[in-house]
């Protein structure tokens, strides 16, 4: 399988060769961001964990650009029909979790999980690895540029319910901005987009992208939408 940032002995890397300028503001989070700023949720300092990755995927769609998005079966045992990044945990095939290893299972994930080529992807960016306590994956995110764009859509419905892309003008409009609040009082971004509710992880992703880019707009942090208990 040979994907867009192939180097020459084999090994995945990042360039940003031909990106659009629009993107130059999320390359330069990529150079400047800690890990702090993007989340509370660390990597346990012992080295616990699954290690995972997502694909985050930027591409330029009938009305500029957008990010590619996949919603999860209601069936499943673990974030049932939460709309998320492509992406999962990293197999031994994936290589080292230190080195390309998280550029390859976030490609390898995004191609089983949406049908996506890989090789029209130029991956140009990783962020900080960030933890997700309730599941114990740590995750990288790897960001890539949609350089030739492929047909997505379900691969296995029992995995996948839906494949969709939302323009960053629907993720920065106010509108559809507000503040997720789970039962158990825990509270995050949220956003009200292509009849889906994007909360947790992948929303606090897309927050702090649009922050530290300078795409965010004032947005009203007290409209709250409550989350049910099997969220």
Same mark, same amino acid.
């Given at each position: 399988?040979?994907h867009? #940032?192939?180097?020459?002995?084999?090994r !995945?890397?990042? @360039?940003?060769?031909?990106?659009?300028d629009w993107?130059?503001?999320?390359a330069?989070?990529?150079?400047?961001?800690?890990?702090?700023?993007l989340?509370?949720?660390? &990597?346990?300092?012992?080295?616990?964990?699954?290690? @995972?990755?997502?694909?985050? !995927?930027?591409?330029?769609?009938?009305?500029g650009?957008?990010? /590619?998005?996949?919603?999860r079966?209601?069936s499943?045992? $673990?974030?049932?029909?939460? *709309?998320?990044? &492509? =992406?999962?945990?990293?197999?031994?095939?994936?290589?080292d979790?230190?080195?390309?290893?998280?550029?390859r299972?976030? /490609?390898? %994930?995004?191609?089983?999980e949406?049908?996506?080529? *890989?090789?029209?992807?130029?991956?140009?960016?990783?962020?900080?690895?960030?933890?997700? *306590?309730? #599941?114990?994956?740590?995750?990288?995110?790897?960001l890539?540029?949609?350089?030739?764009? $492929?047909?997505?859509?379900?691969?296995?419905?029992?995995e996948?319910?839906?494949?969709?892309?939302?323009?960053?003008?629907?993720?920065?409009?106010?509108?559809?901005?507000?503040?997720?609040?789970?039962?158990?009082?825990?509270?995050?971004?949220?956003?009200?987009?292509? $009849?889906?509710?994007?909360? =947790?992880?992948?929303?606090?992703?897309?927050?702090?992208?649009?922050?530290?880019?300078?795409?965010?707009?004032p947005?009203?942090? %007290?409209?709250?939408?409550p989350?049910?208990?099997?969220?």
């Amino acid at each position: 399988m040979k994907h867009a #940032s192939d180097t020459h002995d084999g090994r !995945l890397g990042l @360039s940003r060769d031909g990106l659009p300028d629009w993107l130059d503001p999320v390359a330069h989070v990529v150079e400047t961001v800690e890990p702090r700023q993007l989340s509370h949720f660390l &990597p346990p300092a012992d080295g616990a964990g699954r290690q @995972s990755a997502v694909l985050v !995927l930027f591409g330029e769609g009938e009305r500029g650009p957008e990010l /590619l998005l996949m919603e999860r079966a209601g069936s499943l045992r $673990s974030h049932a029909g939460q *709309p998320a990044f &492509p =992406g999962g945990a990293l197999d031994p095939e994936d290589g080292d979790p230190r080195a390309d290893g998280p550029l390859r299972a976030a /490609l390898r %994930e995004a191609e089983e999980e949406t049908g996506l080529d *890989p090789g029209g992807v130029q991956l140009f960016g990783v962020l900080p690895r960030l933890y997700i *306590p309730v #599941s114990g994956f740590v995750v990288t995110p790897v960001l890539g540029w949609w350089r030739e764009p $492929s047909p997505v859509g379900v691969v296995d419905p029992n995995e996948t319910a839906r494949v969709f892309t939302v323009p960053v003008a629907d993720l920065t409009d106010p509108a559809n901005r507000a503040t997720a609040v789970h039962p158990r009082g825990h509270m995050g971004p949220a956003f009200l987009v292509q $009849s889906a509710l994007v909360w =947790g992880f992948t929303a606090g992703i897309i927050d702090r992208l649009l922050h530290f880019a300078g795409w965010e707009q004032p947005w009203d942090q %007290e409209k709250q939408v409550p989350l049910d208990w099997r969220a």
